[in-house]
């Protein structure tokens, strides 16, 4: 490929200057120029989900970072260490509440992006990938909930990975394989938690960020769907004549200004509700009213209610189906009043799932 050529700066201002002297030696300003531009159609409404979840992604990865600094991952060092960062360590205990508390609005935005992509109908043609890579993202960060519990390594933590990983032992077939390699054993010691940290450290933000990577290279190569009407196959006069609402500086500035009240509300959490730590684990001592958080405290309120093989079952298909959903909803119409009976269909899961997680809050 031919490089660029020498930029003429001849007759420019100092300003201007400055940025040849950065383009001279990147040659980047095409890529950044390009990058800044993602089609945007007037209609879209994003809500700024997907943006913010991603803004809680390097929330995560910056203060887990520092907490990794003191963190030591072994049960007898792990409990001291975690006490050691919230009361000696200077805004230790602010970095660890803030962690605490982006990882379950983080989980909470994911959600309400996946509900707002289907609600609009955004997974359809030609963006049947980009909903299969955030599927992969869903269960990611889900993961990093449950990898991230264990690690303080205090009674709840130790006993909700107890239950947790005996109910992944129950999933037909994989089970008894499934509960050995997450254990690293037959019960939940040392070695579990050596590997809950290595995935929580190393495996999931490789895998992450990964797939976000493709994700936002898939929305800004395809830009932003328009809810109001399907993608045409071949586009037509009025699709190409569509006002646009410009992705730089428009949209990015109210995207910031979303960050931006988001750290705010993620402070005032983290300062008036900072995260907690109970006793120390104790493999021998089971507390009362063990509960996962909430996030999980649907299915296991479901596996109460029915029989075990059908409480598994239920969230392995649903998960599956929510994979493959673009394949299988092959219809273009987009407008929620013209698939009444999808979007009924969803929201009676959606009201069962939130109704099983009000009864595990409240039982
Ligand atoms: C860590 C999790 C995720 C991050 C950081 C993320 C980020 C984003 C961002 C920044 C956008 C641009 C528009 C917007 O802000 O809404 C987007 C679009 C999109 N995302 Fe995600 N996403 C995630 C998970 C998911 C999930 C779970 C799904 C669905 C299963 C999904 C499906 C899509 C689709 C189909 C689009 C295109 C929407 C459109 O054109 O209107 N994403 N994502």
């Known amino acids: 490929m031919a490089a660029n050529p020498p930029v003429d700066l001849s007759g420019q201002s100092a300003e201007a200057r400055t940025g040849g002297w950065l ?8 890529v950044i120029q390009a990058s800044l531009h993602v089609r945007i159609p007037m209609t879209a409404r994003t809500y700024y989900f997907g943006g913010i979840a991603l803004f809680l992604f390097g929330i ?18 792990a409990y001291k260490s975690v006490q050691f960062v919230t009361s000696d360590v200077s805004f230790g205990w602010l970095i ?3 962690h605490h508390w982006a990882a379950n609005l983080m989980i909470l935005f994911v959600v309400l992006h996946l509900i707002r992509v289907f609600a609009q109908a955004a997974y359809k043609y030609p963006r049947e990938i980009t909903w299969v890579i955030g599927t992969g993202l869903f269960m990611v960060t889900l993961g990093f909930g449950f990898t991230g519990y264990l690690l303080p390594w205090d009674q709840r933590a130790y006993w909700a990975t107890v239950v947790g990983t005996e109910i992944a032992g129950n999933v037909p077939l994989v089970g008894d394989a499934l509960l050995l390699l997450l254990r690293g054993g037959a019960d939940v010691t040392g ?12 495996v999931l933000p490789i895998a992450l ?3 976000l990577g493709l994700h936002l290279l898939l929305v800004h190569q395809l830009g932003l769907a328009n809810p109001k009407r399907p993608e045409p196959r071949v586009p037509t006069p009025e699709v190409e004549r569509e006002p646009l609402r410009p992705f730089f500086p428009h949209y990015m500035v109210d995207e910031f200004v979303a960050w931006y009240v988001l750290l705010a509300v993620l402070v ?4 008036l509700f900072p995260a907690g730590l109970e006793e120390q684990a104790n493999a021998l001592q089971t507390p009362e009213g063990i ?22 079952m239920i969230p392995v298909v649903g998960i599956g189906l929510l994979v493959v959903w673009p394949f299988l909803d092959r219809s273009p119409e987009v407008l929620i009043r013209r698939r009444k009976m999808v979007v009924g269909g969803a929201t009676l899961v959606l009201v069962a799932l939130i109704a099983l997680t009000v009864r595990g809050y409240v039982g």
Do not use: C, N
Not at 23 to 30: I, K, N, V
Not at 268 to 271: E, G, H, M, R, Y
């Open 60 to 77: 995560q990865a910056v203060t887990g970072t520092l907490l990794a600094l003191y963190y030591k991952a072994t049960p007898e060092a």
């Open 191 to 202: 070695d579990t938690m050596s590997r809950f940290f290595g995935i929580h450290v190393l």
């Open 209 to 211: 960020a990964g797939l």
């Open 268 to 271: 005032v959490l983290a300062s």
């Open 291 to 312: 509960k996962p958080e909430w996030y999980y405290l649907g299915v296991y309120e479901l596996l109460k209610l029915v029989p075990r093989i059908i409480g598994i």
């Open 23 to 30: 383009e001279e030696r990147t040659r980047l300003g095409p």
């Open 96 to 98: 660890r509440s803030i």
